[in-house]
């Protein structure tokens, strides 16, 4: 079974650029995660699609972050205009339905913001 | 809300040496538990999990018991090996919300 697939690996961007992250979760995944992952700390939940919808995006910072699961399956996440503290780890996670159960992550994109 | 705290790391600890990595939860309900481990340069993977009070989750050595009445998941390993050098993070989900992790704690077992 294919894992969570992420890409790029590593970005390096200047403050002010923006950037783009991909996901493409398990096959039949409905639930799909974007989680933010700064150095030293654990993951942060940024924001939560079940399917194409979403249902959790409470931790998002609208102003400059927005993110899409158009149908339902891939889904983008796009940071504009980046900031020195968007420099993270920016990891997609997937899990069945999202009831109580474990995610399956990918291995990340880490972004550096100079 | 829901909320993990772990011990501070980092721990580092001879090979053969036993682990304890402790982690107590906060949460509304009835969550499941989980540890997450990640190596260098790579993404978290799940360790073991647990469902209910006083359910056991094992895998490749490690074991940790939900402990309802004390809220706590705490790790242990009997026998670190060089190749358990990692960052744990204790983890929980309710119903349908995403998972909260803490910390993390890291681990640097030496030959």
């Known amino acids: 079974e294919a894992g969570v697939a992420q890409s790029p690996r590593y970005k390096i961007i200047e403050k002010r650029q923006s950037v783009a992250f991909w996901c493409n979760p398990i096959?039949?995944?409905?639930?799909l995660y974007w989680y933010q992952q700064i150095l030293g700390q654990g993951p942060k939940l940024l924001i939560q699609?079940?399917?194409?919808?979403?249902?959790?995006d409470s931790q998002l910072p609208k102003d400059r972050f927005s993110a899409e699961r158009l149908k339902g399956v891939d889904s983008t996440l796009k940071i504009q205009p980046a900031k020195l503290e968007d420099s993270a780890v920016y990891l997609c996670?997937?899990?069945?339905?999202?009831?109580?159960?474990?995610?399956?992550f990918g291995q990340g994109t880490r972004l550096t913001v100079v | 809300g829901d909320s993990v705290t772990q011990m501070e790391g980092p721990v580092t600890l001879s090979e053969e040496a036993f682990l304890t990595i402790n982690c107590t939860y906060t949460?509304?309900?009835?969550?499941?538990l989980f540890w997450y481990v990640q190596y260098p340069g790579e993404g978290l993977q799940l360790l073991l999990k647990?469902?209910?009070?006083?359910d056991k989750g094992s895998n490749k050595g490690f074991e940790a018991t939900y402990r309802k009445e004390t809220t706590s998941f705490h790790l242990e390993k009997g026998s670190v090996q060089v190749s358990d050098s990692a960052v744990y993070f204790c983890?929980?989900?309710?119903?349908?919300?995403?998972?909260?992790f803490g910390k993390g704690t890291r681990l640097s077992v030496i030959a």
């Open positions: 996670a997937s899990s069945w339905d999202g009831l109580n159960t474990e995610a399956f």
């Open positions: 096959s039949g995944h409905a639930t």
């Open positions: 983890a929980l989900t309710s119903g349908n919300t995403p998972l909260v």
């Open positions: 949460a509304t309900g009835y969550p499941s």
């Open positions: 647990a469902t209910k009070a006083d």
């Open positions: 699609f079940q399917n194409n919808g979403v249902v959790d």
